[in-house]
């Protein structure tokens, strides 16, 4: 790893996409206890929130191509600047009636990540070269939690002391420092270009969505890509009703403040550092389904244990066995749960995403991350319409121990339904563009 920091170039990504995402943290943690505090509205939570996840959806798996053919480095700087450039209005919303200001702004800028994150990933390899492309991202997943570590306590401290205001600057001055370095980059000329069709006889958008729809027969075809996006659409429900909910949460169950929420956050970030590690001990063995599976149970027990807390911590500190838990104030024992949620999370997700790498045949991985990716986000937004609607009804403790439940449910299927899980790649597919178009999914799957 040190040799490939040595490469200037790498570390000059490397600084910038972290610098970058530790501000978006800066956002996703000040702006929603920035809109609670001028609404006290959990419906206006779920629809910004709602407007950031819908880009992912719309055409999040198609932004790669345009990537390809652009020059990627320039593509980071152009999108960098663009996306401090829409913050400016941010400034504006000083009260409640000029919320909806912020609906366009998260949806533009949500569309412009859509370019970030695979230009970012495109341009690492011409970078670093073979070599180092293993390093570098282990490296890049170091960044990531570190971003996520003093990301959200730096947000909750904003948003705590300065507003909506302080978080957009801050979020601002993050793109722009991302795009200063990355200006400091040496310019490469791209090595290939992506072509929509290969073929005179067939149109270009007829193609492309032939193509997409063959990589979601591949995930109907392989028995262990269903079940992980079926885990995956189930977790992602559960994530969007906690990005709306936690926040309401902390205010209203734990009397906390921004600083606790980023403070949380942070936690989480530690407890991810440890897994990250754990990871890397494991090896393959991550990838068994009863690693799979106990991860994700005891990620939702904790939950469970965070979001009960409030009501059941006064007794749990009463019973003589448990005498010397009567120091330890509320907010420090959720910081704890935190901390500790964090390191079955990261095993969890980091094996279901190195099972998908070795069960999905090796042409159509782009395909089935591009999918993945639009799972995620329809369903996160799914997760955000249910708690604006049933959130004021049934309270947020009661959904978010429903999410909870959900990782439990989520463990039991991957223990019962994974099977082979081994870090081998599975055999290629037959080429399903040869195929007759007849050929359903439901079929393939049977």
């Known amino acids: 790893m040190i040799a490939t920091l040595r490469n200037r170039d790498f570390t000059l990504l490397w600084l910038g996409g972290m610098i970058s995402l530790a501000g978006d943290w800066t956002l996703n943690i000040g702006l929603p206890i920035a809109l609670f505090a001028l609404t006290h ?28 053919r652009w020059d990627r480095r320039r593509t980071l700087i152009v999108s960098n600047l663009l996306l401090a450039a829409l913050l400016l209005p941010v400034l504006l919303v000083r009260s409640a009636s000029l919320i909806w200001i912020i609906y366009p702004i998260m949806f533009l800028e949500s569309c412009l990540e859509q370019f970030t994150r695979p230009a970012q990933s495109a341009l690492l390899p011409s970078l670093v070269g073979a070599d180092h492309i293993a390093p570098a991202n282990s490296l890049l997943s170091v960044s990531n939690n570190l971003a ?21 600057l801050a979020d601002g001055a ?20 992506t072509q929509l069709a290969t073929s005179t006889d067939e149109h270009p958008l007829t193609k492309g969505m032939r193509e997409w729809l063959d990589g979601l027969r591949v995930i ?51 407890g991810g550092l440890i897994g990250g590690a754990l990871c890397g001990l494991l090896g393959t063995r991550l990838l068994s389904r009863w690693s799979l599976g106990l991860s994700a149970m005891v990620f939702g027990a904790i939950d469970l244990a965070i979001f009960n807390a409030p009501r059941y911590f006064a007794e749990m500190v009463a019973l003589p066995r448990l005498s010397w838990l009567s120091p330890v ?6 910081l704890g749960l935190f901390l500790i949620v964090g390191i079955p999370g990261v095993l969890m997700f980091t094996g279901l995403q190195s099972l998908l790498q070795s069960r999905a045949p090796e042409r159509y991985l782009g395909r089935v991350f591009g999918a993945l990716g639009a799972c995620m986000a329809l369903f996160s937004i799914a997760g955000t319409g249910v708690a ?58 049977a």
């Open 388 to 445: 604006g609607w049933l959130g004021p009804r049934f309270g947020a403790v009661t959904l978010l121990n429903i999410q909870g439940a959900g990782y439990i449910v989520v463990g039991a299927l991957l223990t019962l339904l994974i099977t082979r899980a081994t870090a081998a790649r599975a055999p290629e597919a037959p080429a399903v563009e040869d195929e007759p178009a007849a050929s359903s999914a439901a079929t393939d799957f």
């Open 174 to 193: 993050s793109f722009l420092l991302a795009a200063l370095l990355i200006t400091m980059i040496g310019w490469r000329a791209p090595t290939s270009t």
């Open 329 to 334: 104030t509320l907010l420090a024992w959720e």
């Open 220 to 270: 109907f075809r392989e028995r262990t890509l269903a079940v992980i996006f079926a885990v995956v659409s189930i977790t992602s429900i559960g994530e969007g009703v906690m990005s709306v909910l936690f926040v309401v949460f902390v205010v209203t169950s734990l009397h906390g403040g921004a600083q606790d929420l980023g403070g949380m956050m942070s936690a989480q970030a530690v």
């Open 148 to 168: 996520r570590l003093f990301g959200p306590a730096l947000g909750g401290l904003i948003a705590g002391f300065f507003g909506l205001t302080g978080v957009a």
């Open 41 to 68: 509205s959990i419906l206006v939570l779920s629809v910004a929130l709602a407007m950031g996840m819908l880009p992912s959806v719309l055409f999040g798996s198609f932004a790669g191509v345009f990537v390809d």
